[in-house]
């Protein structure tokens, strides 16, 4: 549109973080061969990070000068974008931190956001190149008080004990999972603990031959460029920021991180505290973890599970198709558990569909799936671990709640 162009013309300015060990440990080389060049012909100014340590990148973001960043790019695996993701929520000034554009680079050995990115916007990647996204984040809180945000996962059980017994085949790539899950498989085990969740209210189907109403619909969404896509064009709503669109660029698809007037916020403002700080959102859903559950919420009657996974992105990983309905802004947590009784054979059907999706069409009567808003695990089991996005979390009581299209991400 003409306001667009009528803004100042700038280049977008990119902080880059490499992880040097994510994946085969190849993250660096995969930077300076094809992405370095790309970057310098295009004239796109950034800002390279080798990350030193573990939560190197995470500090960095809590501490940054965000105002001269216009987008945060990740060359690593889902941990480095968590840390990333944690970080900015950390911030006094998360709420327009978090709006700060992420993006993936596949570097790493698990690239479950690029896969899902990948999958939702091949078909519609020309028409979409430049957007920004919106994606749910989702609130997690442990026994010790902690509270994280997690973009792609929360797993106990078969799922977590792949996810970090499988670190240790790194070096092998992506089928490291597949190793993983053969392993695992040979040891399944049984995992008691206790889980409830508050279901997503489907929409009431309308009896036949009613006038439609015309509310609008319940998602935040108010506009989109393509409706059945994830990439939405959304505003750039920092003051700060001024334009964020393509400095002549043919095809680069790093600096066009466009700017609209015509769509809405889609993010919720949080309330203002006293002394006129905002906090980080409220989690309204969830009782506190040692409140009872409530009475809205549905607990499942078994207690020995096999697996329990919540995720909030179409994949898992690469070639893990968890939920093929989920989009990254759709405000729903996918909740998968895995009764036990299930044979070795029957699960491993079920992490071979998944590949293609197929899962859910095995008629497993062990698989249960559920839309959610919000959920609690409480492992019984004395030992075990939970992980979120991969990560290994303190193991106990959990729980957590969506928090739809918090976050912001490049994808096209
Ligand atoms: P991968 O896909 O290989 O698992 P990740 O991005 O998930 O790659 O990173 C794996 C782990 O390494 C994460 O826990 C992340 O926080 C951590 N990490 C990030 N940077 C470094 C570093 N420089 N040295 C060691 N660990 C790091
Ligand atoms: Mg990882």
Known sequence: SSAVYAEVRRPCRVMILVNPHSGRGQALQLFTGHVQGMLTEAAVPYTLVITEHQNHARELVRKADLSQCDALVIMSGDGLLFEVINGLMEREDWQEAIQTPLGILPGGSGNALAASVHHYSHCGFMLCKGLVGSMDLVSIHLASRQRLFSFLSLAWGFVADVDIESEKYRHVGAIRFLMGTLVRLASLRVYQGRLAYLPVKEAPKLPKGSIKSNQPPSTPQHQSLCSSL????????????????????????????????????????????????????EDSLLPGLDQPIPDSWTVVKEEDFVLVLAIYQSHLAEDLWTAPGAMADDGVIHLFYVKAGISRPALLRLFLAMEKGGHLACGCPHLVYEKVKALRLEPVSPQGMITVDGEMVEYGPVQAQIHPGLAKFICG
């Open 230 to 281: 994830p990439c939405r064009l959304i505003p750039n709503t920092s003051q700060n920021r001024n334009s964020r669109h393509n400095h002549n660029s043919t095809n680069s698809n790093h600096n066009t991180l466009t700017n609209s007037s015509n769509n809405a916020i889609t993010t919720k403002r949080p309330e203002t505290q006293s002394d006129g700080k905002t906090r980080a959102p």
